[in-house]
């Protein structure tokens, strides 16, 4: 029954994708040929034949599968949990090695961490959602973090006692997913009768939707009240999202009068989130905000070294320094260039140079940020929408300009290392907020503005190609 059940699983899932045919293509579908799926209605495992289809599915396709499952089984509250079939497992590590808190710490009292109080134990189908591989051991600190991953380490010894709520923004692909899933996960093996639950901001409001279709929205709402750890992600997407940011006030106000402890991650400050609800924005600086920065040279030499380690890599020293020098703030980027080199080095049988490295990173590193200025872009794109830089520093607001404007702001985002502030200064002292917001809606409208989008890749190339 559970094979059938995962046949009609998988052929709404073909569904999904930007064009018909595009999942064929990712080749997902052949990996997926030979999964087993097990459990029933108190939750699901979806056993994949390596770590490496885990990670791929857990990664890229788990939203699609989750809305593909619960529209299949028209229950917008079943879980499924990807693991790897036991004979394809490597041999497992220590999960957590914690040092006790120093004394004078959050979490010292009376030289016990105190757990949150209790209810009964989770059931064995409950799924936390966290990623097993984040941990606070294998979590590279430097000065960029080090204020972050203290009050982390505070609070997973001692849940809603040390800061509560607890929100961590950073610019994307710097940490915070692995940060706030070390939390939870060193929090699990503490405390194993904790019910803690790793959302998205996105499958929140999927399972919010699903459950309105369904008539299931007291089951949803029961759910979210019962966990002793909520662990958000991504909470920025609440943006233009009135009935989910009401749904969550409930939820939160729910958690924090009962002391459970609530751990938010984002993009930027609480009241940088265009359109967020004022009450919404309070309530998320309650407890302790902290940030993570750009790594410097040191700390990303060191991430490498361990994710070399991790998977196995092995470049030569020099061609690490080269990674460090040349991704200048991406951690995910950083972490793929290397699996790229490592995955080139070992089929085409030949060593990695700084050379080779240069030459198959070219996407990453077409051009330095740091030659690419502000006016250089506001002439590109005045050119192209025929207008002038002068204009879109201007307080016009023709449909046109308002286009340009938006491109602008969206393309000094992502090919310069000013903030929302400085890029709102430079067009004409505008509110930080403003370019927060135009950014958003160009980010918005690229997945279903196909105009849109050709318009940015044709500025984008012309830009990096001639600084």
Not at 37 to 55: A, H, N
Not at 357 to 381: G, H
Request: with cysteine; glycine share 6%; aromatic share 10%.
């Amino acid at each position: 029954m559970n094979q059938s059940l995962w046949n009609q699983v998988l052929e709404r899932f073909c569904e999904f994708g930007s064009e018909p045919g595009a999942l064929e293509r990712d080749g997902i579908l052949d990996l997926l040929k030979g999964t087993v799926l097990e459990g029933g209605k108190d939750g699901y495992s979806l056993l994949v034949g390596s770590t490496f289809i885990q990670r791929l599915v857990q990664n890229r396709y788990y939203n699609d599968l989750m809305t593909a499952f619960r529209e299949v089984t028209q229950d917008p509250e079943i879980s499924l949990n990807v693991l790897v079939q036991p004979e394809n497992l490597p041999r497992k590590k220590k999960r957590v090695r914690q040092n006790p808190p120093q004394e004078g710490s959050p979490s010292s009292g009376s030289g016990k961490t105190i757990p949150l109080p209790l209810g009964e134990d989770p059931s064995p189908s409950w799924n936390s959602n966290l990623n097993s591989r984040y941990f606070f051991e294998n979590y590279v600190v430097g000065v960029c973090n080090q204020f972050a991953h203290a009050a982390a380490f505070a609070i997973a010894n001692n849940p809603s006692k040390a800061y509560n709520p607890f929100y961590l923004f950073g610019s994307v692909g710097l940490g915070k997913t692995h940060l706030v899933s070390a939390i939870g996960n060193c929090m699990t093996h503490l405390y194993p009768s904790l019910k803690v639950l790793y959302i998205t901001t996105e499958s929140f409001l999927n399972e919010m939707v699903s459950a309105i279709k369904f008539n299931k929205m007291n089951e949803f709402r029961e759910r979210y009240r019962k966990i002793d750890v909520l662990i958000m992600d991504d909470v920025q997407f609440l943006s233009g999202k009135e009935r989910t940011q009401e749904e969550l006030f409930y939820t939160f106000n729910a958690l924090y009068e009962n002391g459970k402890q609530i751990i938010l991650s984002s993009d930027c400050m609480p009241n940088d989130i265009p359109t967020l609800e004022g009450r919404l924005k309070s309530r998320f600086g309650w407890g302790l905000i902290a940030d993570i920065q750009i790594p410097d040279f040191e700390t990303k030499v060191e991430i490498l070294k361990g994710k070399m380690s991790q998977e196995k890599v092995d470049l030569p020293m020099d061609v690490v320094y080269f990674l460090a020098n040349s991704i200048k703030s991406n951690i995910r980027e950083l972490e793929g260039a290397m699996i790229r080199l490592g995955a080139y080095g070992n089929l085409m049988g030949k060593p990695i140079t700084i050379e080779v490295a240069r030459n198959l990173l070219s996407d990453l590193m077409p051009l330095s940020r740091e030659t690419i200025s502000v006016d250089r872009i506001l002439q590109e794109v005045s050119e192209y929408f025929k207008v002038l830089p002068k204009e879109i520093r201007s307080k016009k607001r023709h449909k046109t300009l308002v286009t340009a404007r938006h491109v602008a702001v969206y393309l000094i985002r992502e090919l310069t290392q000013k903030s929302y502030p400085e890029i709102g200064r430079e067009l004409g002292g505008r509110d930080h907020s403003t370019a927060i917001y135009s950014f958003k809606m160009v980010e918005e409208k690229l997945e279903s503005d196909p105009a849109l989008s050709s318009d940015l890749v044709y500025l984008k190339k012309k830009l990096e190609q001639q600084g």
